[in-house]
C-alpha cells in the first residue's frame, strides 16, 4: 500500500508507516482489535460512549426511539480486556499540536482510574496519535503520570514530543493489525 | 436492617437476605462495585449501553443534544475489570421466573465472549437473580454453557433452579457491599 503525499518532511519513514493517514484513531485501533480479536490474540473492546438518556419514545411497530440524551464524562478509558492473561487498559488520544502534548487531553479521573488498575496488577498506558507527524506512541502510564504530577509544581501543563521520542514507544503501522500495539506491550510489559 | 415482608415462605432465609428487596440487580450490582473500588479492593464497572446514534444538535450557549438514537445490541458483557490481579467479566440477569431461568436471556455472542475470556485465562460468569425468591446466585460460565450447548441437542432452553442450588453459589447479601459476589468469586475461582 503506497500513498503519495504532498508534504514529505522530517519524520516520513516508509510507506507502511503512513497505511493509517487521515483514519481516526480510534476506528485504527477498532481495527487492529477486530484483528487480534480474529485471530485469537487478545479480546480487547472500547467501551461504548456513556449517554445520559431523557426521553424515549415507542413507536408502535417500531423499535424504541431515543429522542433526547446527552454526552457523559466518561469515568474511566475508552478500552479494557485480557492480553496473554493480563488486564490490560488504556486510553487513546490524538494530538494535533507540534511540539507538546496537553494534559488537558486526559480527565483526572482518567488519570485516577490507570494509577489504580497498576496498583492493581494490570497494564495501563495512552495510546497518542501525533497527527502532523502520523507517528502513533505507547506512553506508558507511568511516563504520562510523572508529567501530570510535575505539572501541578511546575505549571508545565504538557508532554513534549522530545520526551515522547525518549520515553514513550513508536507503534509501528501495518496492514493487518493496522497499528501493532500489542507488539510494544510484549516488548513494555512483557520482557 | 429489618424488612416486614407480607408473604413470608420457604425462601426467607434471614433480614440480611432481603436487604436489596425490589432494588434493580444493576443498580445492587453497582452499588457493590463502588464499595469494592471505593476500598481498594476491585476495579469492576458496568460498561455503558451501547447507543447508535444518529441526530445530535448543537444548540447556541448550550451542550450537544442528541435527538435520534437507538439501542445496540451488546456484543460483550455487561461488567469487566481486574480482581487480585485477575481479569474479570461477567454478565448479570434478573430472572422473574420461578422454576428456570430461561437461556434466551443471555444472547450468543455474549456466551462466544465468555468462552473466549475463560480460554485467555480470564474469570467470566453470571449474576442470576431470582426476584421471587429474592436469592442472588454466581453461576459459572462452565455451567451455563454446558446447558446452552446441551439446549441445542435435547432442546431445553432453560436451566433449572434445581442446577442452580446444586451447581450455582449463592451470594450473600449485606449492607456494604449490598452484594457480597467477590467474596464467591474468592470460593469459587482462588482456592
Do not use: C
Not at 501525533?130 to 501543563?157: C, H, M, Q, T
Amino acid at each position: 500500500m503506497t500513498l503519495n503525499f504532498p508534504n514529505k518532511k522530517a519524520h516520513v519513514k516508509n510507506a507502511a508507516n503512513k497505511a493509517n493517514l487521515g483514519m481516526a484513531l480510534e476506528q485504527i485501533i477498532n481495527d487492529s482489535n477486530e484483528y487480534y480479536l480474529a485471530n485469537d490474540i487478545a479480546i480487547i473492546h472500547k467501551k461504548p460512549t456513556p449517554i445520559q438518556i431523557v426521553k424515549v419514545d415507542y413507536p408502535m411497530r417500531s423499535k424504541a426511539v431515543i429522542t433526547e440524551a446527552y454526552y457523559k464524562t466518561p469515568s474511566t478509558t475508552d478500552y479494557n480486556g485480557i492480553y496473554r492473561g493480563k488486564y490490560i487498559d488504556f486510553e487513546a488520544k490524538e494530538n494535533h499540536n507540534k511540539t507538546a502534548f496537553p494534559l488537558k487531553n486526559i480527565h483526572p479521573h482518567q488519570i485516577e482510574h490507570l494509577k489504580n488498575i497498576i496498583k492493581h496488577g494490570g497494564i495501563g498506558f495512552i495510546i497518542v496519535s501525533w497527527n502532523l507527524y502520523n507517528e502513533y506512541y505507547l506512553l506508558p502510564f507511568e511516563v504520562a503520570y510523572e508529567y501530570w504530577n510535575n505539572s501541578i509544581e511546575d505549571g508545565r501543563k504538557s508532554i513534549p514530543y522530545d520526551a515522547f521520542k525518549k520515553r514513550a514507544f513508536l507503534i509501528e503501522e501495518s496492514y493487518l493489525p493496522r497499528l501493532k500495539y500489542l507488539k510494544v506491550v510484549d516488548e513494555v510489559y512483557f520482557k
